[in-house]
């Protein structure tokens, strides 16, 4: 195996023999870094036999500072609009950076690993139909429907770009669980395209899967408050209230059958962390 730099912060290990290249994504948030351990493990425990597996530092500044982000979500940066901006500084500086070097990659798939302020019932997938098939092979629940809806994520914009990409959303930050899981969405993966062979099976489990079907913002940051503690993957009830502020009431519609995706804590909206309040989905 061979380590070639690619780039600031873009490593390829290469192997000289033909096969795909697929491309891990970590630190897109700063502080999600179950991505890149799991990477390192595996690389401990297995040679790369074909193609290459390259690695990505997303937002190089905001992991050193173990934050999400430097000045604002890098991971809402990638539109044509922002990446065309003049003298860009920060994030969005590395933003314009990857979105200039990361098509020259060739990368034939990509998978961008991130975890949650608070743990899960179910690690997740962010699935695009063009990325199916990779929803598909790795052991979390796929959801779909994000097509549009969070506007201007790294992954969107690499789909846009002819690349099939999946993010998954492993669990909580600095949890050894979200770290292993991060390790069998690796070891699922360069399984698969026979970029290793693995020492043993992978477990396989049924797993449900959701649609989601609206991201509520946050209108305002200063009142908003929510009923009670929320996680994702609870059940609501219809027209459940889930938070208020001064002047609205942020309710579920008058359905059966609605779940709760990645709500805000409290503190992340009042510190203007969160402008996204949750996203409500439906199983499918
Ligand atoms: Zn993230």
Not at 80 to 96: E, F, I, T, V
Not at 99 to 118: C, E, Y
Not at 192 to 198: A, D, V
Request: aromatic share 8%.
């Amino acid at each position: 195996m061979k380590y070639v730099t690619r780039g600031q912060g873009i490593v390829e290990i290469k192997t000289g023999i033909k096969g795909p290249r697929i491309g891990f994504v970590c630190n897109v948030h700063g502080n999600e870094l179950c991505g890149r351990k799991a990477v390192h493990r595996v690389l401990k425990d297995y040679e790369i036999e074909r193609g290459s597996l390259l690695l990505i530092d997303g937002n190089q500044e905001a992991a050193l500072l173990d934050r999400r982000f430097v000045k604002s979500d890098m991971n809402r940066m990638f539109t044509d609009k922002q990446l065309a901006k003049a003298n860009a500084k920060d994030d969005l500086a590395r933003a314009q950076y990857l979105a200039s070097v990361m098509p020259g990659l060739k990368l034939d798939q990509i998978i961008d690993f991130h975890s949650t302020s608070s743990e899960m019932k179910h690690a997740f997938s962010v699935c695009f139909e063009e990325a199916q098939h990779l929803a598909d092979m790795v052991p979390v629940v796929p959801i779909s429907g994000f097509k549009g809806i969070v506007k201007g994520t790294l992954i969107e914009w690499m789909i846009g770009q002819g690349v099939p990409s999946l993010v998954v959303e492993t669990g909580e930050h600095y949890s050894t669980k979200a770290v292993n899981i991060a390790e069998q969405v690796v070891l699922s993966v360069l399984s698969h395209y026979e970029l290793i062979t693995l020492k043993e099976p992978l477990k396989q489990k049924k797993r449900p899967s959701f649609e989601v079907f609206e991201h509520v913002q946050v209108r305002d940051a200063e009142s908003f408050t929510l009923s009670r503690e929320y996680a994702s993957f609870d059940k609501l009830s219809p027209n459940e209230l889930i938070a208020h502020d001064d002047n609205h009431e942020y309710r579920v519609p008058d359905e059966k059958g609605i779940y709760i995706l990645m709500p805000a804590t409290q503190a992340n909206v009042r510190k203007g962390i969160s402008p996204g309040a949750y996203y409500l989905m439906r199983k499918v």
